[in-house]
């Protein structure tokens, strides 16, 4: 089996994340105002859609991995649902983005419909798209290679989106702000189903399940709760995702209320997505030199420092603010292609336990944790906000705030440091890798 991937597949690979955050980032940084500011939904109600979609995940995840598990055609058993699903994906963003003429109910009906159907399909897209980081190769640390390619060619999609989506929206609306989201998710869908369908070309399964496995689904699901790498990475996924929605969906509201110049939101993102970017090809070689729980572990405290201390700054001192910030996303940076990586050697550490791969099963963790994260985090942005009383498109009282402030810095913080105490747990270092390598290459060989 090849272990080194080329230039061309690694690129392949990372391209498709680009697409999904084409539309991933408009959910993650601007549904929430737009569902208060421009659909004219209150952030109560908009913080319970979020949640109560969760629900449904929870059965639509595994059930993804399950599906997926079991497919088998002649392009293998993930790479299938990036062609299948990227055209349902692409219209379902329009559709979320869209403000059709109904009252306060049928608002709060459409807008839960479309946002429910839309996470439905990026679980049915992306969850194959990132089991299939982990069967292009078996070698643990080319993986962290190509999950690197992966997030720089990601954040690249997010730098695009939160640096040009205001603006865009602006354009293409002429002064009618639903027009011109609903333009914009138009552009941003073309260039996202595009970007699937080189990915689907360009890309390869290599790793397949041992030939001798049987389907056993309450086995598969009874090995992965008994696989504590697993467990422990899906409780730090859904802390971790819960910490990006809250406070990357509340920096809108900073930069509009606390801030005073909403346009200079894009700014922000753009040069925190840049120090991202600059950083994250230092995840494998930090890796490979410290251990992947070790990098994740440091990240999560010393990002978590940076990101309570933009409580501080008053809203005349940007510079500060954008220091921090920069220094947060630095030190956040390593870690991002590692919670991918390591679910990948949770893969790996069941079948060399068990000696049964349940690759998308395992992959699962990773998509729920991502939207559970999201719903949860956004449920309690859309809280917190009416808690706080805030109040949409009018001035805002201290109290207000203060709550826009702490989600923007002390609770994403807290959060965020927390997972360094559940990484203790996660027992995969780089011996145990090497081993499970050479044993599972030695088993597959004799196949």
Same mark, same amino acid.
């Given at each position: ?182 333009? !914009? %998710?138009?552009?941003?869908? *073309? $260039? #996202? /189903?595009?970007? @699937?369908?080189?990915?689907?070309? &360009? ?28 467990? !422990? %990475?899906?409780?730090?996924? *859904? $802390? #971790? /995702?819960?910490? @990006?929605?809250?406070?990357?969906? &509340? ?197």
């Amino acid at each position: 089996m090849r272990m080194k991937l080329s230039l061309k597949e690694k690129i392949g690979y990372g391209l498709g994340d680009t697409a999904s955050h084409f539309v991933w980032d408009m959910v993650g940084f601007w549904i929430l105002i737009f569902y208060t500011d421009t659909f004219g939904i209150s952030a109560a109600a908009a913080g319970t859609i979020m949640l109560i979609a969760r629900v449904w995940d929870m059965i639509s995840d595994p059930l993804m991995g399950i599906i997926a598990d079991r497919t088998n055609t002649r392009w293998g058993k993930f790479r299938p649902y990036i062609l299948w699903m990227a055209v349902p994906y692409s219209v379902l963003a329009v559709l979320t983005f869209s403000t059709p003429d109904l009252g306060p109910t049928g608002k709060v009906i459409y807008a839960g419909v479309t946002y429910f159907l839309l996470m439905t399909v990026f679980t049915a897209i992306n969850l194959p798209y990132s089991s299939l980081g982990a069967v292009m190769t078996s070698d643990s640390y080319e993986r962290a290679g190509l999950n690197s390619y992966r997030f720089i060619f990601a954040f690249i999609g997010q730098l695009v989106v939160t640096g040009s989506a205001l603006s865009l929206a602006l354009y293409f609306g002429n002064g009618d702000t639903a027009l011109g989201y609903q333009y !914009t %998710l138009t552009l941003f869908a *073309i $260039i #996202s /189903f595009a970007l @699937f369908m080189i990915t689907f070309k &360009t890309t390869k399964e290599r790793v397949k399940p041992p030939k001798e496995q049987k389907q056993n689904l309450l086995l598969d699901i009874k090995n992965l709760f008994k696989n504590k790498p697993w467990v !422990t %990475l899906f409780f730090v996924g *859904i $802390i #971790s /995702f819960v910490m @990006f929605a809250m406070q990357n969906l &509340t920096i809108a509201y900073y930069f509009k209320y606390y801030i005073g110049r909403e346009s200079d939101v894009q700014l922000f993102n753009v040069i925190g997505t840049i120090a991202l970017i600059l950083v994250i090809p230092l995840s494998k070689p930090l890796a490979k030199k410290f251990g992947k729980r070790n990098v994740f572990l440091a990240s999560s405290l010393i990002s978590g420092m940076f990101f309570m201390l933009l409580y501080i700054p008053g809203n005349d001192n940007i510079i500060s603010i954008y220091i921090l910030n920069i220094l947060a996303k630095m030190t956040y940076a390593p870690a991002v292609p590692l919670l991918w990586t390591m679910l990948a050697d949770a893969a790996d550490y069941s079948e060399w336990k068990t000696g049964r791969r349940s690759t998308g099963l395992t992959f699962s963790a990773a998509t729920f944790a991502q939207k559970a994260g999201w719903g949860i985090g956004g449920a309690l942005a859309g809280w917190i906000l009416a808690f706080y009383q805030f109040e949409p498109n009018m001035v805002q009282s201290e109290t207000s705030l203060m709550g826009i402030k702490l989600m923007i810095s002390v609770f994403p913080g807290i959060l965020y440091m927390s997972t360094s105490i559940l990484l203790f747990f996660y027992s995969i270092d780089h011996k145990t890798c090497l081993m499970m390598q050479k044993d599972l290459e030695a088993r597959r060989a004799k196949e």
